[in-house]
């Protein structure tokens, strides 16, 4: 059992709102959270280079080409920071790899669906981006170190993913009629994927209140959820474009939206990867970890080499 | 399959603009210490964020243990005499 003044001491640090760093005591259970959510966090961006990269081949403008790719680069990267803030906790980098092929870990199922059209594209960087974003900035001042300074780094270059998607939704709203329709119609799809990427209602969720007193997450699901509708909809609203919600609604008296009841039953089916592209997700992953694998060796062998060289002169 | 390998660990300093200190932004994983230097370029860098870059294996990092260990730093609280706090300056001396 773990010792109760340690971990009283450990509150009062949480309470004093000092971080916690890699060689701080911490109970067991913090760690496996943490372990749990920065990887899937991890996950989650590398995982999300998929759907976007689907259309970089058919961007519309050079223009657009390279701002995508520019994004996709930044993505790559928030997966490699998260990496790193998680092997902090005594997990090997290989191991998390390992636990994503296997199917142990998870990665946000919002992933999981496909970019159908080019105002997919618009619709991720505006909606999925802007979800991320609410809650990226929020964890800033998540309590382990790591975590929280990977989270400093990755907002500042947030900022122009949700520019670069409402920029192609507008410029799809002011088109021509089939691209108004074709925008409307990628807000239509991923709406409500993009409100569930908040996870299940306070009521229901597992780890929540834990994960708050000890300050992992600084805000609750639903409170971000309602950050994030309350910011939107008047963005979706002013381009001309409607929501997929009929109870969607500003409430004057609290001051926030009212919303539709969430169909979380889809939600569970694509989180536990019923989902048509989970499957496609993680065999891409896979496949693109064991093609590479020529290059891990070259590049080991390479190493090997020229140690051996240094060595002998 | 040969087990897979990330490679080493790396940490990675960057200097904002001549003149400032290196500060810590982050690590990576690179097999050797030109392709540490090229990931930490790509991938530290991309906004002007500094122009000049170090990099130290992480396992050649000595560290305190923690702030936990607070016995460790106890010999600068009983030493006040280093703080310029500590001395009396008679009424009226200037620029000291
Ligand atoms: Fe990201
Ligand atoms: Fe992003």
Redesign the interface.
């Given at each position: 059992m773990e010792d109760a003044k340690k971990l009283e001491a450990f509150q009062a640090k949480i309470d004093a709102d000092i971080k916690i760093e890699p060689k701080d005591w911490m109970p067991e259970k913090y760690r496996q959270t943490l372990i749990r959510q920065i990887s899937q966090h991890a996950h989650s961006e590398v995982i999300g280079m998929q759907p976007e990269g689907n259309w970089l081949t058919r961007a519309p403008s050079l223009r657009s080409k390279k701002i995508l790719m520019a994004k996709i680069q930044d993505e790559a990267g928030h997966g490699l920071y998260l990496y790193c803030a998680a092997e902090t906790l005594g997990v090997k980098r290989e191991q998390f790899l390992e636990w994503l092929h296997e199917g142990k870990a998870k990665y946000s199922s919002v992933f999981n669906y496909p970019t159908l059209t080019w105002a997919d594209i618009g619709a991720i960087g505006w909606l999925v981006d802007g979800a991320a974003i609410v809650n990226q900035v929020s964890l800033q001042g998540t309590s382990y170190g790591p975590y929280s300074r990977a989270m400093v780094k990755i907002c500042m270059e947030e900022s122009f993913h949700q520019r670069q998607g409402y920029e192609i939704m507008v410029t799809l709203a002011n088109g021509t009629d089939e691209q108004k329709e074709m925008a409307q119609d990628a807000l239509n799809r991923w709406w409500w994927p993009s409100i569930m990427m908040f996870g299940p209602h306070d009521a229901d969720s597992a780890h929540s209140n834990q994960s708050l007193k000890w300050k992992i997450k600084r805000e609750s699901n639903d409170e971000l959820r309602q950050k994030f509708i309350d910011k939107t909809v008047e963005q979706g609203l002013h381009i001309g474009l409607t929501f997929p919600d009929p109870d969607l609604k500003w409430n004057e008296e609290k001051g926030h939206y009212d919303f539709g009841a969430i169909d979380w039953d889809e939600f569970w089916n694509v989180v536990k990867g019923y989902g048509a592209g989970n499957k496609k997700r993680l065999a891409h992953h896979k496949e693109a970890h064991e093609v590479g694998s020529w290059v891990r060796e070259a590049a080991i062998a390479y190493a090997n080499k020229k140690n051996n060289i240094q060595k002998s002169a | 399959?040969?087990?897979?390998?990330?490679?080493i660990?790396w940490e990675v300093f960057i200097q904002v603009k001549a003149g400032r200190p290196f500060k810590h932004?982050?690590?990576?994983?690179a097999?050797?210490k030109e392709?540490a230097m090229q990931s930490a370029r790509d991938?530290f860098t991309?906004?002007n964020e500094g122009n000049g870059i170090w990099i130290v294996k992480a396992d050649d990092i000595i560290?305190s243990?923690?702030?936990?260990d607070e016995a460790f730093f106890d010999p600068s609280n009983d030493k006040v005499y280093r703080h310029p706090t500590f001395y009396e300056v008679p009424d009226g001396v200037k620029h000291i």
């Open positions: - | 399959m040969e087990k897979d390998n990330q490679g660990l932004v982050g690590s990576l994983h097999y050797d392709m991938l991309r906004r560290s243990q923690s702030v936990d």
